[in-house]
C-alpha cells in the first residue's frame, strides 16, 4: 500500500511539474501559437469535399499540432470546423477538443462561454470516452483517460471570437466543460483561428456567389 502512494506522489509530482503556472490554454496560448496569424490559419485550413458526405466540410485540425497544458490535464489537439449543407448552404460551427487527464472519470455535459457579453451554456454535440491507458502493474494508480469533446456555436459567435484577434497577443477565446462533480475544465482556442476559418468560408462563400450570378 506504501509503494501505491508512493506511485501516486510521483505522477501528481511530474504533472505539477510539467503543468505551467501561468500557460494553460484557458488563459493564455502557446507562443508558438499566438503567432500565428489568420492569413497562416487560412493557408492551412483544409477544405474536404466528399461527394458521399452531405456537408463540405472546412477544418482547422492539420492547421497546428500540439499539447497545452490545462488545468487538470492535457489538451491533446483543439481545432475548429465549419459544415457547408450542400443542399441549403446553411453552416453549422465546431469546436473540436480532445483532452487526456488522470484520475476518476469525468462526466462532463454541457459548455460555458461568453459572448456579446453574456454568459452561454450549450450542451455538447459529442462526448466520446475513449480507451483508458492504466501501467501494468499490481498496484493501483491512477489511469490516464482520453475525451473528445464537441459542441456548436453560432457564427455570429465564431466572428466574434475572430474580430478578438491581436497580433502576437497570447490571449485565448476561453470556455469551460463543466463536470458534474465540479471537476471542470477550462480551455480556449486562438482568436486568429477563428479569423482564418472564416475567411476560407468567406471566399467559398464569394465563389459560389459569382457563379450563381454568371448563369
Given at each position: ?44 485550413t ?92 499490481d ?28 497580433p502576437q ?30 475567411r ?16
Amino acid at each position: 500500500m506504501i509503494a501505491s502512494f508512493r506511485k501516486i506522489a510521483l505522477l501528481l509530482g511530474a504533472a505539477a511539474v510539467l503543468l505551467p503556472a501561468t500557460a494553460s490554454a484557458g488563459d493564455a496560448l502557446p507562443k508558438r501559437l499566438a503567432s500565428m496569424t489568420p492569413i497562416e490559419f487560412e493557408t492551412k485550413t483544409q477544405v474536404i469535399d466528399d461527394p458521399l458526405e452531405p456537408d463540405l466540410v472546412i477544418s482547422t485540425e492539420k492547421a497546428h499540432r500540439g499539447s497545452q497544458w490545462l488545468n487538470d490535464g492535457l489538451a491533446d489537439n483543439i481545432y475548429l470546423r465549419a459544415m457547408v449543407a450542400r443542399g441549403t448552404g446553411q453552416v453549422r460551427f465546431q469546436i473540436w477538443h480532445d483532452i487526456a487527464y488522470w484520475g476518476m472519470r469525468k462526466d462532463i455535459y454541457q459548455v460555458n462561454y461568453v459572448a456579446s457579453g453574456a454568459l452561454k451554456s450549450n450542451p455538447l454535440a459529442i462526448a466520446a470516452h475513449r480507451p483508458d491507458e492504466c501501467p501494468f502493474v499490481d498496484e493501483v494508480v491512477y489511469c490516464r483517460s482520453h475525451k473528445t469533446l464537441v459542441f456548436d456555436v453560432p457564427e455570429t459567435v465564431m466572428r466574434e471570437i475572430a474580430q478578438q484577434y491581436q497580433p502576437q497577443s497570447r490571449q485565448a477565446w476561453s470556455f469551460r466543460f463543466k463536470d458534474r462533480l465540479g471537476r471542470d475544465v477550462t480551455s480556449g482556442i486562438a482568436p486568429a483561428e477563428a479569423a482564418g476559418l472564416l475567411r476560407v468560408l468567406d471566399r467559398l462563400r464569394s465563389g459560389t456567389a459569382q457563379q450563381q450570378a454568371a448563369l
